[in-house]
């Protein structure tokens, strides 16, 4: 299939509208398609699927990098009926931005050590909860790991030799991160949100254009049921980031506003998974492990941008939850 791959700062904010509803009907016509059954087997395998954290833009599995895929023009990526005003307004009302003093639940079991990859979906048609149903097996990633994940990598950047600049900003991240984390440790999310069929890895290198408009989906080996918002604001997080590691909030908007429409999605979904989202970003660091304790430098461009968006999520996250929800 051919096409060009564009990023959201090639688009304009009618076709982030455009590219926000075709995530929207994919999810709804996944549904329609594959619609999902509950049993107890279906709940192992949202476990399986959706309940380890995962890493920037590739759920799942290892992320793409632009050694595999990228741009046609060469710019550098990152590594994925509209609801009554009622449900918005209680959706801007109940959430809490980072800082807000309200413990997460610790009834739930710990997610896998952060870090820890899932490996590829395994094949077959499994059977999950219905969709749109809330299951409480995928818990955010646990604190406690991600800060014995920090002190192991702070090592690994001291005993580089010799230091360059890519360890002094890795360095900084990573004393940033510990901080912010010790700040908001209270926010861990206790678990997922209504769940679905989703693409599992909905980003500019899967998504090929033929002019304006959005000729072909690529790269359905993720394919899952998982929580089906968190797959929408991850995808926003990948195709809006800027260099400087800050969201094009009104693009964000037009995107989500569409994807809401076409998908059934309310806005206090959205809001749960502008949270979930987050708080799986405050945890990341699979390019620094991928540096320090592969040797593998492919992602290392993409470091700057992406470990300075969840300093800037933290900061705005109010106005990051409007755009999804407004």
Known sequence: MEGRRRHGAQLTAEQCGRLGALLGVVHASLERVMPVEGCEQGKKSASARGGARTDEGAPDSEPRTPSSAG???GRRLAPPGEGVPDDRHRARAGR??????????TRHA?????????????????????AGTTTSVDVGADPAATFALIDDLLARVRGHRPADSFDELARHRLLERR?????HVGRRPPHSGPVGWVHGDFHPFNLLYRGDAPAAIVDWDRLGVKPRADEAVRAAAIFFVRPAGTLDLPKVRAYARAYRRTAGATPSELAAAVHRVWWERLNDFWMLRW???RGDTRADSQFPAASALVVWWTREYEAVCDAFVG
């Open 71 to 73: 741009p046609s023009d």
């Open 96 to 105: 809490s931005a980072p800082g807000a003093e309200r413990a997460a639940s």
């Open 110 to 130: 710990t997610a896998p050590a952060h870090g820890a990859r899932t490996g590829k979906p395994h094949s077959g048609h499994p059977h999950v909860q219905k």
């Open 179 to 183: 901080s912010l984390l010790e700040q």
């Open 291 to 293: 540096h320090y304790e």
